[in-house]
Structure formats: C-alpha cells, structure tokens
C-alpha cells in the first residue's frame, strides 16, 4: 500500500531543504519570487523549492527580474535554452530543479519543452497490512484504489 508518494516525498523533501537554507545552515542556488508589499495574505516570497512546476513554474515566468519579463531576462533566456545535452545552467540557477525533476512545458515547440527527469525517487510504501473490511463494497473500493484506478463510493 502506498503510504506516501514520490511526488510528495519530493515536496517534503524540498520544504526540508528550504527551512535548512532559510536557517543559513546551507546555501542551495534558487530561484526567489518576492511578493512583499503586495498584500498577498501572508505570502511573501515563493521559491523554486516551493513552485509547484519548480524554476519553470508561471510563478517565475510572470514576474520581472528587474524591469525585464523574467523570460526576456538573460537569466530567463539562458534557462530556456537549457536542455538534456547541457543543463548546466540548472545546475548553477536551481540544481534542486535537477535533482527533483523539472519540465519547460511552455519552451520550444510547446510541449517539447526540454523535460529533465528526477535523479532521486524516494517512496513510503506498507507491506502486510492488515486491513480490516466492513463490507464487499468496501473490498471493491480497496482493490480499486490498489490498482490506482478511482472507485464508485
């Protein structure tokens, strides 16, 4: 049974990352979106540990790196032509980026964006569980659910 999947295993492995950053303990090259003075409801900055699509998330391409568009900058650009061959500009900007995964889904070609696959997988699965069934219908959502296929309940 899966306990805790990869995606969120990278997520808190991220929020781990940044608190260790924010405590000065480390430096990790990031991306930071500065929301201050914007009355966002508590929201100040959004980091590419934080960004749901990391250093290619909207966040980050919407916004200005000093008066220019952030994918106009040469920052921008020089991560817009990042790619599978040479990715070190990745590695200098948002090594995380790397590490986790990351797709230019609006790059080149639109969706054929430069896409770098995850180098770490981690996942909390259980095995031999016992699971105590009230119902058949409860044994056709569970075996539904195994298969990751969604259940009528």
């Given at each position: 049974?899966?306990?805790?999947?990869?995606?969120?295993?990278?997520?808190?492995?991220?929020?781990?990352?940044?608190?260790?950053?924010?405590?000065?303990?480390?430096?990790?090259?990031?991306v930071v979106v500065d929301f201050r003075g914007k009355d966002l409801a508590?929201?100040?900055?959004?980091?590419?540990?934080?960004?749901?699509?990391?250093?290619?998330?909207?966040?980050?391409?919407?916004?200005?790196?000093?008066?220019?568009?952030?994918?106009?900058?040469?920052?921008?650009?020089?991560?817009?032509?990042?790619?599978?061959?040479?990715?070190?500009?990745?590695?200098?900007?948002?090594?995380?980026?790397?590490?986790?995964?990351?797709?230019?889904?609006?790059?080149?070609?639109?969706?054929?964006?430069?896409?770098?696959?995850?180098?770490?997988?981690?996942?909390?699965?259980?095995?031999?569980?016992?699971?105590?069934?009230?119902?058949?219908r409860d044994a056709t959502y569970r075996s539904s659910w195994r298969l990751?296929?969604?259940?009528?309940?």
């Amino acid at each position: 049974m899966l306990v805790d999947s990869v995606q969120s295993q990278a997520n808190r492995l991220e929020e781990s990352l940044l608190a260790i950053i924010r405590q000065k303990s480390a430096f990790i090259p990031h991306v930071v979106v500065d929301f201050r003075g914007k009355d966002l409801a508590g929201i100040t900055t959004i980091t590419s540990l934080e960004a749901p699509h990391r250093v290619f998330d909207a966040i980050f391409r919407d916004s200005l790196l000093g008066e220019k568009e952030f994918m106009k900058s040469d920052l921008g650009m020089s991560l817009a032509k990042a790619s599978n061959a040479d990715a070190s500009v990745l590695l200098e900007i948002s090594p995380t980026a790397l590490l986790f995964g990351c797709w230019h889904s609006t790059g080149e070609g639109g969706g054929f964006g430069a896409k770098f696959a995850r180098c770490l997988v981690s996942e909390i699965v259980a095995a031999d569980v016992p699971v105590k069934l009230e119902s058949a219908r409860d044994a056709t959502y569970r075996s539904s659910w195994r298969l990751g296929q969604p259940a009528n309940r």
